[in-house]
C-alpha cells in the first residue's frame, strides 16, 4: 500500500493575511507544481482569505487550524466547517496539543470536531501525542491509544480513509528536541495496529500518519524514511519558504524511493 506523502504547515497564531500572501507566494514560487506528494498550508482564520487568493492554481492545499462542531449558532468567537470551506479548505487541523492544553480540549469534544469535519467533506488531521511526564512514567502508547479510539469513535471504516493522523510527542512540539527516528516509528506503528483493530488492516494501511514536533530540514530525511511516517506536521519550519519547501523536497525524495 502506498500512501501519499503530506507535508503540512501549521502556522499556529503567525502570520497576518498580508504576510500570509508572501509567504503562500514563495511556497508556491518553488513547491507549487508539485505532484509526487501532498502539500499543505494551515494559516490562522484571518488569512485563510488571502492564503486562498495566493495559493489559486498551484497545488498547494488549504487547512485551518481549528473549528467548532456546531454548523451555526450562538457560539461567539467560533469558526464552523462551512465559514472554512469557504475559502477551500480541504483540511482542519484538531485536537493539537495546544488547543488539548491550554483551551481544555477533550477527546469527547474532539471527536464532535472529526465527525463534524468529515460530514462536511473536510480531512481531519488528527493530533496525538504524550507529555513528558507520560513518557517518562511508560504511558506514552496509552495515552496514545486513547486519544486516538477517542478521537475516531462512531467514525466509519469508509471514512478513516479521509483522517490523518499526526503524531506530536508534546516534549518535541517547537523545543528543538525531536524524537529519533526510531522512537517515532515505533509510536508510529502502533497507532496503525491500533487503526487495524479498528477499522481493519486494510482501512490502517490507508491512514496517513504525520510526524510532528520539530521536524526540520536537518532531521526530516531520516524521519520520513521510516515506514509508518507518512509526512509531518510543521510548526516553526513551516512560517519560512525555504524551510517549508526543503521539507516538501525531502518528502519527494522520499516518495522516490
Ligand atoms: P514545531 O510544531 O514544528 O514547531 O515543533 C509542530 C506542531 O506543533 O504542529
Redesign the pocket.
Known amino acids: 500500500m502506498s500512501r501519499r506523502y503530506l507535508i503540512a504547515g501549521?502556522w499556529?497564531m503567525n502570520k497576518t493575511a498580508a504576510e500570509a500572501a508572501v509567504l503562500v507566494k514563495g511556497i508556491v514560487d518553488q513547491a507549487g507544481s508539485e505532484s509526487a506528494v501532498d502539500v499543505a498550508v494551515c494559516p490562522p482564520f484571518t488569512a485563510l482569505d488571502a492564503a486562498s487568493r495566493a495559493l489559486k492554481g498551484s497545488k498547494v492545499a488549504l487547512g485551518a487550524e481549528n473549528m467548532y462542531p456546531k454548523a451555526s449558532g450562538a457560539y461567539t468567537g467560533e469558526i464552523s466547517a462551512d465559514m472554512i470551506k469557504e475559502f477551500g479548505c480541504e483540511y482542519v487541523i484538531l485536537g493539537?496539543?495546544?488547543r488539548r492544553e491550554y483551551f481544555k480540549e477533550s477527546d469527547a469534544f474532539i471527536n464532535e470536531k472529526v465527525k463534524a469535519a468529515l460530514a462536511s467533506g473536510l480531512k481531519p488531521i488528527l493530533c496525538v501525542g504524550e507529555t513528558l511526564q507520560q513518557r517518562e512514567a511508560g504511558t506514552t502508547i496509552d495515552v496514545v491509544s486513547t486519544q486516538t479510539k477517542g478521537g475516531l469513535d462512531g467514525v466509519s471504516a469508509a471514512e478513516v480513509e479521509k483522517v490523518v493522523i499526526?503524531y506530536?510527542p508534546v516534549w518535541?512540539?517547537?523545543?528543538g528536541k525531536t524524537a529519533t527516528p526510531e522512537m517515532a516509528q515505533e509510536v508510529h506503528a502502533q497507532i496503525r495496529a491500533i487503526l487495524s483493530s479498528i477499522f481493519g488492516e486494510d482501512g490502517a494501511q490507508k491512514v496517513r500518519i504525520l510526524y510532528?514536533?520539530?521536524?526540520k530540514p536537518e532531521n526530516a530525511d531520516a524521519l520520513l524514511a521510516e515506514k509508518d511516517i507518512d509526512g509531518g506536521?510543521?510548526?516553526?519550519?513551516a512560517l519560512k519558504a525555504d524551510s517549508f519547501v526543503s521539507l516538501v523536497n525531502s518528502a519527494v525524495k522520499a516518495a522516490a524511493k
Open positions: 501549521n499556529k493539537h496539543s495546544e499526526a506530536e518535541a512540539i517547537g523545543t510532528g514536533g520539530s521536524m506536521l510543521i510548526g516553526g519550519a
